[in-house]
Every structure is written in structure tokens, then in C-alpha cells.
């Protein structure tokens, strides 16, 4: 279906949107009332919060000069807690025209040396990013494109992008379809998930190694899972599944990062998790026996007292992460 031989030309792709399970089928190229109408709130017109490099990815992302990351702008799953709101659900980025996107990302990996190039919840403008990768390919054949995605993908998109990704950096956020419902509006978060996930590993396997800062990732996934307050059975569920569907040699990322952006109804999203929280999902990974498994422990972020966790970027700041 999708993509991609004129480079520049999305036009068809947006014009029923399939680029995400949500399915909206919606034309993305008018808007009703000066909106787009589809649920990611975006028209085809990219636009972009952030483009630098990162260095608060894992290891094997990060590496020593950091992960070439590009934020785009809206989100087809819009999580009630999402730590990116400003631009999930705020609205926060600029309009770009194509070949101008190409130059800043250029520009990125010129002066950075950035280990990769790290679409971040692409989901929504794929074919933008497959049109920057075959730019891009041209100029860096051995840098890495990294898709790093809410896991609520469609397997059809993921097949089409086979040729231009390297790595996949999926979150695995819910076993619990209430859960899902009540926080990212999609029952069938789960199930999509895992057949996502399974494409993922069935195009590139597992991250590469030996995976460390001092030799990143070039190739695989890496799954990560951020632990939510007061829901640690869907937690544990969660990597249980993780485990049954895939094995110990899956390599995971535990979060514990999760730091409260805006009120909530629900009393235990106002908060971090506890130590408690934190041990009983860590205690479980472990147990299960995952070999590769990068771990967010909660010392490492939880300062309270202060107006933004160290974790928690500011997508109104020319650098957000500081
Ligand atoms: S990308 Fe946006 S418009 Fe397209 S199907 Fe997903 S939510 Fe709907």
C-alpha cells in the first residue's frame, strides 16, 4: 500500500489514513473547522518538536555521542500520562516542509555524530520518515534508523517499513485491556502490541551485541516497559507475557521514570511509583530470567521537590532535556 518511491509525494498515503490500528480513514490533506480529524489530531503536514541528539536512551542507543532523535509533533495513542504531553497532547512543535526537515536532521548527524537516527512516535507521519531515511540512507549507509514506538502499531505499516528501519524500540505498556481503555482509549492495546512486536523481531531479531555505550546497537529490538502507579499487576503481567511470547533472550528496558505531568482523576496517577512499586515488577523480571534487561532504578530520578523530574523534558526549552 504505502510508500514510497517519489520521496516527497505523501499526498495518497494521507488521504485515507491507515497509518496506525486506530484506523481512521479520515483525509488528512483538508481539515473540517481549520483541524485535522483524525484521532492523532495531525493534518499530512509534518511538524517536529525537537530534533537534536538524546542521551537518555540505553546504552546501546545512547552511546557516546548520543541518539539522533527526532519528536514529532501529536501521537496516535495519546496516553493519559504521556512524560511528552507538550507535544502528545499540548500541541507543542513547528510546521515543516520536507526538504527542510532533511536539512535539520542533516545538520544533526553532522555535528553530532549522533550513533543513530531515533524517530520518535513516528506512528502518524511514517511516510515522512521513510522519505528522510532514503534521503539520508544515501549520505550515512551505516547509520541505524530507530523506530521508537508506543507499540499500538498495524503489522501492515510495519511490513512496509522493513527496508528502511535498523532498530525497533517498542514500549509494551499494557496486559490489562481496562487499563489501556481508560489511559490510551484502545482495548486492544495487548493484542496489537504483541503481533507488533512479533513483526519487529521476526524483521530484526534482537538488539544486537554486545551491547554497551562503547559498542551501539546497529541492529534489533529492544522493548521497553514503563512502570505505572498503583498497577503493578499490569506490570507483571506484562513481562510475563513478554516472556512466554518471546524469551528470556528478549532484551527489555524496565522504566521507572513515571512522574505525574498534569492531574488526574484517578488519585494513584498523581503520584511516582514507590520503592514497593519498583521492587515487586523488578523482583518478577528477574525471576522469569530475562538476559538482557536495562534497569531505570527509581534513585536515579525521583526528586520530587523539584518543580520537573530530571527525566521529564520541557519541549518549550531550545534544549529539553537540559
Ligand atoms: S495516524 Fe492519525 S489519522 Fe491515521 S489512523 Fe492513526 S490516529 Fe487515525
Known sequence: MLFLNQETDFADIYKSCVLCPRACRVDRTVTREGKAKGFC?????????????????????????????????????????????????????????????VEKIRQMIINYGV???????????????????????????GLPILYNFSGYQSVRVLKNLEKYADIYLPDFKYSDT???????????YPEKAIDAI????????????????????????????????GAVENSINALTTLFMEFGADLPISLMSQYHPVMHHEDPELNRTITDQEFLEVHDHATQLGFKHMFVQFPENYQDCSRDRAVFLPDFKNRQPFG
Open 41 to 101: 489530531g495531525e493534518t499530512d503536514r509534518v511538524r517536529v518538536a525537537h530534533v537534536g541528539p538524546h542521551f537518555g536512551e540505553e546504552p546501546p542507543i545512547t552511546g557516546i555521542r548520543g541518539s539522533g532523535t527526532v519528536f514529532f509533533s501529536g501521537c496516535s495513542l495519546k496516553c493519559k500520562f504521556c512524560q511528552n504531553h507538550q507535544i502528545s497532547l499540548g500541541g507543542v512543535g513547528e510546521t515543516l516542509d520536507f526538504h527542510r526537515l
Open 198 to 229: 512479533s513483526e519487529m523481531v521476526r524483521q530484526k531479531g534482537f538488539l544486537d551485541g554486545p551491547v554497551s555505550e562503547n559498542a551501539p546497537a546497529t541492529q534489533g529490538v529492544l522493548v521497553r516497559h514503563l512502570i505505572l502507579p
Open 178 to 188: 481496562a487499563l489501556a481503555r481508560r489511559l490510551s482509549r484502545c482495548t486492544d
Open 115 to 141: 550513533h543513530n537516527l531515533n524517530f520518535v512516535s513516528p506512528d502518524h507521519f511514517i511516510p515522512h520518515t521513510t522519505g528522510v531515511a532514503s534521503h539520508l540512507k544515501k549520505e550515512h549507509p
